[in-house]
Every structure is written in C-alpha cells, then in structure tokens.
C-alpha cells in the first residue's frame, strides 16, 4: 500500500482539479466559422432566390466568439445598424469592407447586420441579419410567486443532449479516478 507521504496524493490533488476544469469547459463551446452563404458565397442572389440569406442563417445558431466570412468578388460588405439594413442605406455603414475576403468575428450578444455596398443588390436580397447568442449558464432559483411550480417556464439554454454528455463525462471521469485509486492503493 502507497503511504500518505509518496507522491501518490500530488497525483490524486492533480486528477480531481483537471477533472474539475474539465466538468465546468463544457459551457464555453468552441468557436467556429461560417462561410455566408455556403457555397453561393456573398453574392446578389437570383431574382427566385432573394431570401437566400434569410434561410442560411435561419439554420444556424451563432454564438459570441464565433465568425462569419464573406467571400465576394465586384462587391463590398457593410455592417449597417438596424434602420440601414430594412432600408438597404449604405450612407452611414458601421464599417466597409472591400477585399472580397472578410472575416467578421461575432463579439457581443445581440443583432448584426450585413448588407452589400452596392444598393441595388442590397434591394435584391444580398443582405443578412445574425442573431448573436451568449453561452451562459442559467443560475437557477428557487419559483417565487411570480413564477410558480406547475407553471411552464423558459426552456433550458443547454439542449438535452449537452446535460447527457457532461452526465456521461462526470461517471466516466469518476470510475477512471476509482479504477487509479485502486490502482495505487493496491498492495
């Protein structure tokens, strides 16, 4: 048997704060990067097509720390507010962008909005509003009498799948530590 002294505890202090740090990264996903439009790129779609970007982004949930390149050629890209983008105005864009190769990191929670530098084509549909989410967790509360028991409430931010793979990573982190420590404790 190991005894208290050997370096055995230094292990298990080691194990339980990585098991720790891996049980709490599961609420910061990873971030990733959207081609807009997929293959079709950041173009003024066909005239059958003017909700091309209103459907590719209806797909997708998008989250702060995550990304957006345009590809384009003979064009320009706009990040508008709001008013400029249902109005299609390129008078008073939040930034230009012109190389035909932009990347657009998504920093803060709420609305972004694209629309080409070419009006005409912004008219015709070659526009883009993200709805940007934070991944954060809920801290739950106990009902009050505003919200009692029974009722329906808000639906959890983590689908049930993310709760089934930190349940299925904490049991399988747990027996690994169970299978160590007899391991090392073993005569």
Request: glycine share 6%.
């Given at each position: 048997?190991?005894?208290?002294?050997?370096?055995?505890?230094?292990?298990?202090?080691?194990?339980?704060?990585?098991?720790?740090?891996?049980?709490?990264?599961?609420?910061?996903?990873?971030?990733?990067?959207?081609?807009?439009?997929?293959?079709?790129?950041?173009?003024?779609?066909?005239?059958?097509?003017?909700?091309?970007?209103?459907?590719?982004?209806?797909?997708?949930?998008?989250?702060?720390?995550?990304?957006?390149?345009?590809?384009?050629?003979?064009?320009?890209?706009?990040?508008?507010?709001?008013?400029?983008?249902?109005?299609?105005?390129?008078?008073?864009?939040?930034?230009?962008?012109?190389?035909?190769?932009?990347?657009?990191?998504?920093?803060?929670?709420?609305?972004?909005?694209?629309?080409?530098?070419?009006?005409?084509?912004?008219?015709?549909?070659?526009?883009?509003?993200?709805?940007?989410?934070?991944?954060?967790?809920?801290?739950?509360?106990?009902?009050?009498?505003?919200?009692?028991?029974?009722?329906?409430?808000?639906?959890?931010?983590?689908?049930?799948?993310?709760?089934?793979?930190?349940?299925?990573?904490?049991?399988?982190?747990?027996?690994?530590?169970?299978?160590f420590m007899d391991l090392l404790w073993a005569p």
């Amino acid at each position: 048997m190991a005894s208290p002294s050997s370096p055995v505890i230094p292990c298990i202090v080691f194990l339980v704060t990585f098991i720790s740090a891996a049980m709490n990264s599961h609420v910061v996903g990873a971030s990733k990067e959207f081609k807009v439009g997929d293959s079709e790129g950041w173009r003024q779609p066909p005239a059958n097509q003017s909700a091309l970007y209103s459907r590719w982004a209806a797909a997708i949930r998008f989250h702060v720390g995550d990304s957006l390149r345009f590809e384009y050629k003979n064009d320009s890209l706009l990040v508008v507010d709001k008013w400029g983008y249902y109005h299609c105005d390129t008078g008073k864009p939040i930034s230009v962008f012109t190389d035909g190769d932009t990347v657009v990191s998504l920093d803060q929670p709420g609305f972004v909005y694209f629309i080409s530098g070419q009006a005409d084509h912004c008219l015709n549909g070659q526009h883009l509003a993200v709805k940007v989410i934070a991944l954060r967790p809920i801290p739950r509360s106990p009902p009050s009498a505003a919200n009692p028991p029974g009722l329906a409430s808000a639906p959890s931010p983590f689908s049930s799948s993310a709760v089934s793979d930190s349940a299925a990573f904490v049991s399988i982190s747990l027996a690994l530590t169970a299978s160590f420590m007899d391991l090392l404790w073993a005569p």
